[in-house]
Each structure stands twice: as C-alpha cells, then as structure tokens.
C-alpha cells in the first residue's frame, strides 16, 4: 500500500500551494501538503519584500481591463491571454480575501495604499509595511493552513516523481530528507506548486529550494512545457556589503523613487555609452541597465564583486529616510549607511515566466495533475511585470485548488507494481558504488557557472551550444557516477542527487528553447539575433519523448478582444 495517502496532493508550500491547499480543502478534499523544506517558509514567496500588482482602483482610477493591457504589453506578443486575463480579474478578491484572513495591506485615508511600479500604468501595487509583504502573506496562509484539519503538512519531503499511467497520475514518490528513504504517495490529483528555476543560476535572488523541480517533474509526468527560453534578469540585484534578511531587489523603489547613480568600478557614469541617456540619476530601461553593467565588467570596469555601484550619497539622509524610513534603519543595521557608501549592484537571474502549460482550470494535459504559481507558464509572455508574481501564485493557487477538489477517484486503482518499479528504479543507493571525488553539490555549482555563463541575460548560438553540449555530458556520464555518500539519515547529497537530476532537465530545457528562438523579445535577448522576428510571435512547447526533449511551435492563446501590443 502507499505510505501516504489523500485526495489533493499538493506539492510545495509556497503561496501558491497553500493556497492551493486551502481552497481545496475548503471544497471538502482530504490534502497532503508537502514541502522540501519547511512549510511556508521555503521558497520565493517569503523573500517577496515588495508589491502586489492588482487593479483594485483605491488608490486612483483602475481597471481589470488595463491592468490586462500593461501585462499583455510587457509580454510582448506571448501571453497565454486567457491566464493573464484570469490573474488581472481574480487578483482583487484575493487580495480582499487575503485581508479578511488576516493580512495588513497597507492603508491610507482607509483605502488600500497603492503605488506606481515600471511597467504600470497607474498606482496598483499593494504591500505590508516597508518590506514585508512577503512575509505578512506566508504568515497569514501558514496560520489559515494551520487552521485547517483536512490539511496535512509534512516539511523536508521532496517530491522526485509524478506517478502516472495511461495519461493519469495516480501519485507521486517522495524522498524523505530526513531518513533518506523513498516514499509513495497515492492522490486522486497532484498540483505542482514548486516554484521557479532561478537557481540554476550562479547569480540569482532566489532560496535555496527553487531549482526548477516543477518543471521536470511534469515533463517526465507527460505534461508540457511553454515559453522556457523566458527567464527574468534583475539588472540591479544586490551583490555587496552583506545583506541579511532583506530583499535582493529592494534597490529598484530606491532608483526610481530617489534617482541613484550607476557607477562603474572606476566610479564613473557609464550608461551614455550604450545608448541611453540618466542625467546623473539613473533611470535605464532594466534590459539598458542590465546590458551596460555586464559590458562594463567585461571591459575590466567592473566593481570588486563583479558588478557596478549604485550611489545615493548625493542625496540628503532626511530625504532617504522620508521615502524608506524604516529601511534606512534595517539598512543600518547590517552596516550600510547609504549617506556614505554605494552598494554594488549587477544583474541576477530572478523569475522565471515559462513553464508548466496549463489551460485555465490550472489542468495540464494530464489527467489529475494539475500546476500552479510560478511553475505555470504563459501568463507573462516574454517578461513579467513587477507585482504580478504573487498575483499569480494567489490566482492559480485558488484556481487549482478548486480545480484538483473537483477530480473525482482515478478510474485507475492504485498501482503497486508500477510504484514499487519506480522506487526500485529511483532508488539512489542502488547505483553502482562510485570513487567519482565531485560531490553533487560541486556539480550543481558548475552548472550554475554553465547556466550563467552561457545561457544567462545575453546569449548567441555559439554559447547555448556549449551549455547544451556540457548538460547532457553532465546528465549521462558525471550524474550516474556521483558520490551520494554512504549513510541515509540527513544524507543532504541524496538530495542534492536528486535535485540536480531534475536541475539537468530543467536547465535543458531553458537552453534548447533560448537556441531555437533566434531573435530577441522580452527577457530572451541573443546578441547575434539583436532583434525581434514577428515570425516568432510564437510559443515553444516542450514534451518528453523516448527520454529526450522534442519542441514544437504553437500560436498563442488570444482572448478575441485585445489591442495589439505595442512596443
Ligand atoms: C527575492 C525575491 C523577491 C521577489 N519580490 C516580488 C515582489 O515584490 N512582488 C511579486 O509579485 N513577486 C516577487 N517575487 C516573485 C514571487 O515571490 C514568486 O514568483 C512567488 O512567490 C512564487 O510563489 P510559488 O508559491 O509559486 O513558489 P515558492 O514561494 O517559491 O514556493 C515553492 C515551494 O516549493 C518547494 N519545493 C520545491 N521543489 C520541491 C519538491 N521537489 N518537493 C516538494 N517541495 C518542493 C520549495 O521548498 C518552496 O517552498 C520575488 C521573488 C524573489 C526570489
């Protein structure tokens, strides 16, 4: 039998999941909440210190169909217009639902406070206190979880493989971290809720945990993928003085809220050589910015870590402390005085837009197996707008948890041959002892450097090749041979195997798309391709076919009504 049993399994514990969670057991499911590590406390959703983008129009005249507009542009041609048109309309109530269990927004004269971020139209980004948000949310959903009986949570169980037969899942298998034994889990429907890839990247703003294992899981599941080429860079990520506890991308409300100077390593303003002009107060594009700063470091300009200053010294401390008050304190706190030194900024891999494709039920072509929050794709197109995310993780969240209540029992029995083949075949410590000295650890490191290297902000043919070429050596001579150690209890390399095997899958799947899409658009930008192709107003799906990756072409989905994008 299986070791662990319910209706909705729900794979990661982020705010997408718990949200997830909660809704279907509000629908009346038995669920299975699991987390490879703790329970709310794992993943992006925590770390978001900023803005929620949702038209709720308290601030200043609003609309669901404008906010649609905004992310329809920034998307530039590829969004699933159906998720997007889904995350604009039922953003407000969540964020109403979110305040009725429990969670601050910020007021004012006893509206909800709303402010303006790139990309927006008007004032419609809420949050909770300086820097908080985040936080304030994973609070309020850990505490109505918790609330909940039919909910079950089990923190440090990675989830390593869907289990499906005849297009059906039927569950799942599970490693426990703490006992290195494999597990199996039977469900009448799974959601996915695992979170974004950007640590496959060396430089990134993400936890630990957000390795990309949603999207191979569903890949080898069945599933498709969509738009994988799209990972979103953060031109001004933080890289030095040592930063604790606070946002890797807190410094963009500065910029634009105060103006700040973009230095090189020389301390000179460097943005006037790559087409765009700040006047001392540095308000680039984020592709402009990102550009000029990784050009600069090629050129030897860079900063001590590898990046550019970003300087407020010019600006009044009364100043600083009127915009970010409790801020500049925090700051303080962890030995940054803004009045006196600059902070080192570069660019950092920090959302993905691709992934799992889903329809707007958050159904993949799998029978009961479900995604939701930033493992979906196509709501963002080629690049996300800022507040969406957390958006997104609320809408889908609910949307699969109502959608994977509704799964009636698998017309499939339980399959314990099948599952037990799958443990026998997953089992780690059957494989060949090997003298390998790399340890997994030290392999994802070096695909990290691959990742970043080759397949990072600015790519070509040349560079995807090569990291295409090192990942599948990778998947089929280094990753059979690792070391994983011979003890099971806290064998942390376990699970540094498993996640890098599904790291490899994921990373693979990022650079056959970005090779395939021969132009720039969005995020996606190759230098020997420096522009857009309205041929390729398209979008890449990936399968898994015969234990490889085939990609097809397909047109987006458009509502029928929608202004063209503009640039
Ligand atoms: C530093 C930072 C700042 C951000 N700021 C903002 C912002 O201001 N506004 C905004 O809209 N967005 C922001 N984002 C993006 C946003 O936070 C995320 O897109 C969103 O929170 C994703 O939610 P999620 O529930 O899908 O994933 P996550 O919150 O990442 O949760 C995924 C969970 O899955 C677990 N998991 C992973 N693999 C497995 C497995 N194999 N088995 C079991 N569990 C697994 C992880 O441990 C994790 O707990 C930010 C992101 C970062 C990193």
Redesign the pocket.
């Known amino acids: 039998m299986p070791d662990l049993s319910s209706d909705v399994l729900v ?8 949200y997830a969670a909660i809704t279907a057991a509000q629908s009346g499911a038995s669920v299975l909440l ?4 703790q ?15 949702v038209a709720l129009g308290q601030q200043e005249p609003d609309s669901v169909e404008l906010h649609l507009a905004d992310t329809l542009n920034a998307g530039r041609g590829l969004c699933n217009e159906e998720l997007s048109k889904l995350l604009c309309e039922e953003g407000p109530k969540r964020i109403l639902e979110m305040e009725r269990w429990g969670t601050r927004w910020a007021r004012e004269n006893g509206h909800i406070k709303q402010e303006m971020a790139p990309g927006h139209s008007v004032k419609r980004c809420c949050y909770v206190d300086f820097l908080n ?2 936080p304030a949310v994973a609070a309020t959903l850990r505490r109505k979880v918790s609330e909940m009986p039919a909910i079950r949570r089990i923190s440090n ?4 493989e869907i289990l499906v037969r005849d297009g059906q899942a039927l569950g799942a298998v ?1 490693l426990n971290l703490v006992d290195g034994e494999l597990m199996t889990i039977q469900a009448n429907s799974a959601i996915l ?4 890839l ?1 640590k496959l990247y060396e430089r990134n ?3 630990a ?3 990309g ?2 999207y191979a ?1 569903a890949l080898w599941a069945g599933a498709e993928l969509i738009d994988m080429e799209f990972v979103q860079f953060f031109p001004i990520g933080h890289l030095a003085p040592r930063l604790v506890g606070m ?3 807190m410094w963009d409300p500065f910029r634009y809220k105060l103006g700040g100077k973009l230095l090189n390593g020389q301390f000179e303003e460097f943005i006037n050589r790559y087409g765009s002009t700040d006047f001392g107060k540095y308000n680039a594009t984020r592709d402009i910015a990102a550009y000029a700063i990784l050009k600069e470091i090629e050129a030897g300009r860079g900063t001590p870590h590898g990046g550019a200053y970003l300087d407020f010294r010019h600006i009044p401390e009364a100043e600083l402390r009127g915009a970010f008050g409790p801020v500049i304190d925090r700051l303080l706190a962890n030995g940054i005085d803004l009045t006196k030194t600059p902070v080192e900024v570069g660019p950092m891999a ?2 993905h837009m691709g992934g799992i494709r889903v329809d707007v039920n958050m159904q993949t072509r799998i029978a009961g197996l479900f995604a ?4 979906v794709g196509g709501a963002n197109g080629a690049n996300r707008l ?8 609320f809408v889908f ?1 609910e949307r699969a948890g109502a959608s994977a209540a509704e799964t009636k029992p698998s017309r499939i029995p339980w399959d314990e041959a099948l599952a037990r083949k799958e443990l026998e075949r997953l089992d780690a410590r059957n494989r060949r002892p090997s003298n390998a000295r790399a340890t997994p650890a030290a392999l994802q490191a070096e695909l990290q450097k691959v990742m970043w290297e080759n397949a990072g902000p600015f790519r070509t043919g040349e560079k995807l090749a090569a990291a295409l070429a090192r990942i599948q050596e990778m998947q089929k001579i280094d990753l059979p041979r690792l070391s994983v150690g011979g003890q099971n209890r806290f064998n942390l390399d376990l699970q540094d195997w498993f ?1 890098l095997r ?1 790291m490899l899958t994921t990373a693979e799947a990022v650079v056959r798309s970005a090779l395939a899409r021969r132009e720039s658009r969005g995020a996606h930008q190759r230098e020997d391709f420096p522009a857009s192709d309205d041929t390729l107003l398209r979008n890449q799906a990936l399968q898994w076919e015969d234990e490889a990756i085939v990609a097809r072409w397909m047109p987006p989905v458009r509502l029928k009504q929608t202004r063209p994008f503009h640039d």
Do not use: F
Request: a negative charge.
């Open positions: 794979i990661g514990a982020g705010g997408a999941g718990m699991l987390d490879k590590g329970v709310g406390r794992g993943g992006a959703t925590i770390m978001a210190q900023m803005t929620v983008a948000t985040g169980l990675a989830v390593v599970a809720a695992a979170g974004g950007t703003s993400a936890s945990n957000m390795g294992e949603a899981l946002d890797p991308i920090h959302y939701a929050g930033e493992a800022s507040g969406n995310a957390i958006t997104e993780a969240g996640e599904a």
